[in-house]
């Protein structure tokens, strides 16, 4: 009864007059639909930390090979790359991550996470999937089983593939740097989606131009002289002088930013001293920087070092005692959406999901499925797109006030996964097969 009436729910998100084809299509995923729900609790309740997929990537890749694709494993360390050729065509790349957060799951759902794993800085940690990357990979499983089953309807190459390590920003890059475009057919197409916590279930969102930011991670020491707190005429204060660098740090965004050109520059952390009555050495900073374009995010880079330097010569620090600014890297580049794919891809959606596709404004958060259309930019077009997860009568109550959504990343986010399932796997479908349309 459960199911039936989680079959009804998705049902019921089909709104308004739908193309005949639509309704083949959205009837096959309905079919599909019991089958990848319990695949989705088995990854919800399994879920493996960055470059730890081993048992994840294991056990859809062997779905992908019984579908029939070539299927190939370890690909950037535990990522799996599966094509199928089908005649002449265009090669059309999909792509899911899979790996969970360090995250204790307090979701209460009967199939939560309790698994337990090293993290990468060595201490035990819970796992979630408080992304929804399980949503993504079950969405991926049935794209790929609906694509198989339906090889006469279009031309080409299909090349899916399950990348690791997302949440640390370095799978796709590993995966490229392992040959994902020489060893692989070269997509001209890469196409993908994201759950999202800022929206109803079912609901389609989409950015053109840039959607997701650069995102960089900043630390800077600011040595000082410590000695007694009693006699500060004795030393150079290091949390007086990071103080000053935090608060002339907001003047990169607020007076030296275009204000049409978004910007974050966010203290996350602030550490100095051990004691009430001692000035320490040193003080830490660790800053989160995000951007859109590559000469924004140098000039706030150059802005964050030359800031420091400055702050600290103003203090008469001397010059063996001045910051120093790491970035770390990689960092996670911006995703960029080509607008006349976006355009392309949404035009056909639009009237399969009507009323439930809108542009959206793009976000400060980062994703690392920009590094494919960065890889070669000439050649390849990109899009990245959001399916809402928000529970409906959650999302009505939030609207009344009356309770806080959680977020991405959130112990308590739990999405409405059927609908979100069933809307990507349609979504992903209906635009792979338009664009290798015979």
């Not at 992304?131 to 198989?148: K, N, P, Y």
Request: proline letters at 7%.
């Amino acid at each position: 009864m459960r199911m039936m009436a989680i079959l009804a729910g998705v049902s019921a998100l089909a709104l308004g007059a739908v193309p005949a084809q639509a309704d083949e299509l959205r009837d096959a995923v309905a079919a599909d639909l019991p089958a990848l729900v319990e695949l989705y609790r088995d990854l919800h309740a399994n879920p493996e930390l960055s470059f730890q997929e081993v048992e994840t990537a294991r056990k859809l890749a062997a779905r992908a090979r019984a579908l029939g694709f070539t299927v190939t494993e370890g690909v950037g360390k535990t990522g799996v790359v599966a094509v199928m050729e089908n005649g002449p065509g265009p090669v059309v790349l999909l792509r899911a991550d899979m790996d969970g957060l360090p995250v204790v799951e307090q979701t209460g759902l009967p199939f939560a996470s309790k698994k337990r794993a090293l993290a990468q800085n060595g201490t035990e940690t819970g796992v979630m999937h408080a992304c929804g990357h399980d949503t993504h990979m079950t969405a991926w499983i049935g794209t790929a089983q609906l694509l198989a089953a339906r090889k006469s309807e279009w031309s080409g190459t299909l090349v899916m593939i399950l990348q690791p390590a997302e949440e640390i920003g370095q799978g796709a890059k590993a995966m490229l740097e392992d040959g994902l475009f020489t060893r692989f057919p070269k997509p001209d197409y890469v196409l993908a989606f994201h759950d999202a916590a800022q929206f109803p279930a079912g609901q389609i969102g989409y950015s053109k131009g840039f959607a997701l930011a650069n995102v960089d991670s900043v630390d800077v020491v600011v040595p000082g002289v410590g000695g007694h707190g009693a006699y500060p005429h004795t030393t150079k204060d290091p949390i007086v002088i990071a103080s000053s660098i935090v608060m002339r740090l907001q003047t990169l965004v607020s007076r030296e930013q275009n204000p049409n050109d978004p910007a974050v520059v966010t203290v996350g952390s602030f550490q100095a001293g051990a004691k009430h009555n001692i000035i320490p050495d040193e003080a830490r900073l660790q800053l989160t920087v995000r951007s859109y374009s590559d000469e924004t995010r140098k000039r706030l880079l150059d802005g964050i070092a030359r800031i420091a330097k400055g702050e600290a010569i103003a203090a008469g620090v001397p010059e063996d005692k001045l910051p120093r600014v790491t970035v770390q890297d990689p960092y996670t580049p911006a995703t960029y959406n080509t607008p006349e794919f976006t355009d392309q891809v949404m035009a056909g959606l639009k009237p399969r999901f009507e009323g439930r596709v809108f542009e959206v404004p793009a976000v400060m958060g980062g994703e690392d499925f920009g590094r494919f259309y960065r890889a070669d930019k000439a050649n390849v077009q990109s899009l990245i797109f959001w399916v809402g997860g928000v529970p409906q009568a959650e999302w009505e109550r939030a609207q009344k006030g009356e309770v806080e959504l959680p977020s991405l990343h959130s112990p308590f986010w739990a999405p409405d996964a059927p609908v979100v399932i069933a809307t990507a796997t349609e979504a992903l479908t209906a635009a792979t097969l338009k664009l290798m349309e015979k």
